[in-house]
């Protein structure tokens, strides 16, 4: 697999029929509107709109990407043609084993130079930026995007999807939750007074956009990662303003500087645990000094909101398989499926498959799987089942749930954990902690050759009366 652009993954999921194309829709309800019905139905399409009444013709917006399992695999260079979630965690881990990182590529000039707006001619409402949510306090630019930041002490560039707001023509405001590494890095000038640059990109292959989105390790640039999924350098330019590198064929990169001092209300934004729960804060803004864009540009839109969405159908897959490595690191052995339920925005609901070799492994899935990167923040049950069960199945779980779990033994609360002003349960103004469940829905390992069996016939049994007697039963 080589490197990509917009354009290129534009025509790749086209050869696929993954597509739709809308003329005409409006900026302020219809885009977003239509971006929640193609995301609210499983596999929905992506869908490309052009023609955005008050914007030249040609100025595009591209949505729910990676809200389908096939152009989620298309987008890692995996098979498309795999139709079950377990099987594309199982292959995607296949694949990330042996991913090395490769750094990225500086440069000289990139198709994002065709256009520079500097000084006076500034002017982010350019852009067709949709109102994606009907009660959003404002237009997002950034939504399938990645904010570049530098770490000032350690010198790594973090690339990480953090929601974007305008403001007004040169100024954006940005959301970054506590102990994310743009968060971390941003304290770290602050607290020493010093601005941080930052750069915006909204528009590049959505493998960049999924990268900035997942838990890739704290030190690590999310281009290299990409870089390592190629198997060849992501290019980049420098940053004429803030000396960052940038996508080099990015579709629109905007280049500014967020002061300690300043700040702006930023939000309600539609969230994805599917509320409005941060409601309005005030957070840093971005003077903004550059843009640059291709011409005929194509934004990139991931608008988080209720489950399901794009978010929930890509990253059920990536974060399955993130927490599956983590706590095999962590030294669980015989984890058998790990299913982090779209329901829960893929944070909230984690099931955890494992074959029980002794007494405490449930309890040491349990606290691994909520306390590895991936699953630490702002997550709320973890429920562990034995092997017969398959976590992707609800129905499933259920019944484990409700046939092996003694509340008052099997339920274990964890308090004061990483979560934030996002959290719909914490009340206002009490927002940063949350406590976790895990429920431990395994047959107790203590008495487990005793438990009672299960009443179904043995799979021989059913066959041979399927065979016998199912053309009658069933026709
Ligand atoms: C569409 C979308 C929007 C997101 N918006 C934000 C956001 O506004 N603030 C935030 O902290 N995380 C947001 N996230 C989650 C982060 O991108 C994710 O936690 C990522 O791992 C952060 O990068 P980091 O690991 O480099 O900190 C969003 C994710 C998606 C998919
Ligand atoms: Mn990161």
Redesign the pocket.
Known sequence: MSTRDLRQWIQDAERLGEIKHIRGAQWDTEIGAITELAQHRENGPAVLFDEVPGYPKGYRILVNTLGSLRRTALTLGLDTSIDRPMDLVRTWRERSKRLMPIPAKMVDKGPVMENIDTGKNVNVLKFPTPKWHEHDGGRYIG??SIDITRDPEEGWV??????VMIHDETTVGF???PG????IQREKWFASKQPMKVAVSIGHDPLIFLA?????PYGVS?YDWVGGVYGEPVEVIEGPETGLPLPASAEIVIEGTADPTEVRAEGPFGE?TGYYASSTRPEPIIKVERVMYRNTPIMLG???GKPPSE?TAY?AILRSALIWDEMEKAGVPDIRGIWCHPAGGTRLFVVVAIKQRYSGHAKHAALAAMGCRAGA?LGRYVIVVDEDIDPTDTFEVLWAMTTRVDPEKDIEIIKRMWSGPLDPIIPPGQKGFNSRAIIDATRPYDWKDQFPMVAVSSPEVLEAARKKWGQQLFG
């Open positions: 939504t399938g973090n690339l990480g999807t953090y929601r959301y970054i939750s994310k590494h743009g968060r900035g989105s997942i838990e890739v999310e994805w991931s608008p988080p978010l990253r923040y």
